[in-house]
């Protein structure tokens, strides 16, 4: 298995309220029962007030690399994140476990 984690920090300036940031945090919320590489799926808001503290966080895992490289190139995931990339950026690790 692999755990593909994400953490998503907001532009400056952007609200985690907004409209536009509401809708793509629904879009990802979303993906977990659209996709079907994905064996395990929960995202949700930070709920600390550190400055070095991401905004978002999605922790998820898939069966292997090839099932890891169908969820990224999936329709439905290529269309959650490119509604991000308007107002945040991110980082990412995959590992085995």
């Given at each position: 298995?692999?755990?593909?984690?994400?953490?998503?920090?907001?532009?400056?300036?952007?609200?985690?309220?907004?409209?536009?940031?509401?809708?793509?945090?629904?879009?990802?919320?979303?993906?977990?029962?659209?996709?079907?590489?994905?064996?395990?799926?929960?995202?949700?808001?930070?709920?600390?007030?550190?400055?070095i503290?991401?905004?978002?966080?999605?922790?998820?895992?898939?069966?292997?690399?090839?099932a890891?490289?169908?969820?990224?190139?999936?329709?439905?995931?290529?269309?959650?994140?490119?509604?991000?990339?308007?107002?945040?950026?991110w980082?990412?690790?995959?590992?085995?476990?």
């Open positions: 298995m692999i755990r593909h984690l994400v953490l998503l920090k907001l532009n400056d300036g952007v609200r985690r309220d907004e409209p536009r940031v509401v809708e793509a945090a629904k879009a990802f919320e979303e993906l977990g029962g659209l996709i079907p590489e994905l064996k395990f799926w929960e995202c949700a808001w930070n709920i600390t007030d550190r400055p503290a991401y905004d978002y966080a999605i922790n998820s895992a898939v069966e292997d690399t090839d890891l490289k169908r969820y990224i190139e999936h329709p439905a995931h290529q269309a959650a994140a490119d509604q991000w990339r308007e107002f945040a950026t980082v990412i690790a995959d590992y085995e476990f």
